[in-house]
């Protein structure tokens, strides 16, 4: 029930990692238990005994790997809300192709770790839902010569750099060969808004909106980014709707 701890397993045959986890997790308010596995099997033999809340797994473990022990924990009866853990950057469509709630890459951040276990009392408190969990929106990024794939709802606001768009997130800031006026349109059911020529923010990160007097801002992400004259009244009418739901 809201407001209670959760119980949580976290799985990783490396003990420096799974100290570093546990500290952290054992440092938020909203986790009680935190089990520890060095690996999948054992993940599985605790989880059996101690049913808990969510699993949060690396990928690479001898024996089961995290995909492996993600596969099977679906066939329990109590599914527990799935975190992967790790420093694989190409793994998050198979992630969450297995109904993951995040994916977090290594060294864990405690503010990235906290949206996390929001992220899981969300998903533990949400409705009964019948069917499939629907699959985060995952968006290809270029790094070097490496493709990674992260989620659009971890997209603050983006910025115009001519044909090029920049995807800033909690993680950093990334380059795509996309219009801004491309992803406004592809976007704009997702919660995107159009603030001036040069950026698009996503409403559900933004943190402040200072909007009447000399240059009007919105903050998102500690960035406090401008809002044109023509985009005024747009983006009120689209704070309007949020507040209202």
Do not use: N
Request: hydrophobic share 40%.
């Amino acid at each position: 029930m809201p407001g209670s701890s959760i119980s949580v397993l976290i799985a990783d045959d490396e003990p420096p990692a799974l100290d570093e986890l546990e500290y952290l997790l054992g440092a938020d308010p909203r986790v009680g238990t935190v089990h520890r596995a060095p690996s999948g099997a054992e993940a599985v033999r605790i989880i059996s005994q101690h049913p808990v809340d969510a699993v949060f797994l690396d990928i690479h473990m001898p024996g089961l790997s995290g995909f492996d022990l993600a596969r099977a924990l679906g066939r329990f009866e109590h599914k527990p809300a799935l975190v992967f853990v790790t420093a694989d950057e190409d793994g998050a469509l198979e992630a969450f192709d297995l109904a993951a709630v995040d994916y977090l890459l290594k060294p864990v951040r405690t503010e990235r770790l906290e949206r996390s276990v929001t992220r899981v009392l969300e998903t533990l408190h949400a409705p009964t839902q019948t069917g499939p969990i629907p699959r985060p929106e995952m968006v290809p990024v270029t790094l070097g010569t490496t493709t990674r794939m992260i989620r659009r709802d971890d997209i603050r606001y983006v910025q115009a750099h001519g044909d090029y768009a920049r995807l800033h997130t909690d993680d950093g800031s990334y380059l795509v060969r996309i219009p801004l006026a491309d992803l406004e349109f592809r976007w704009r059911d997702a919660g995107f808004v159009r603030i001036h020529r040069s950026y698009l923010v996503a409403l559900a990160h933004v943190t402040r909106a200072r909007l009447t007097g000399d240059g009007p801002t919105v903050t998102s992400g500690g960035a406090e980014l401008p809002v044109s004259r023509r985009c005024l009244p747009g983006l009120r009418e689209s704070l309007s709707a949020g507040l209202a739901r």
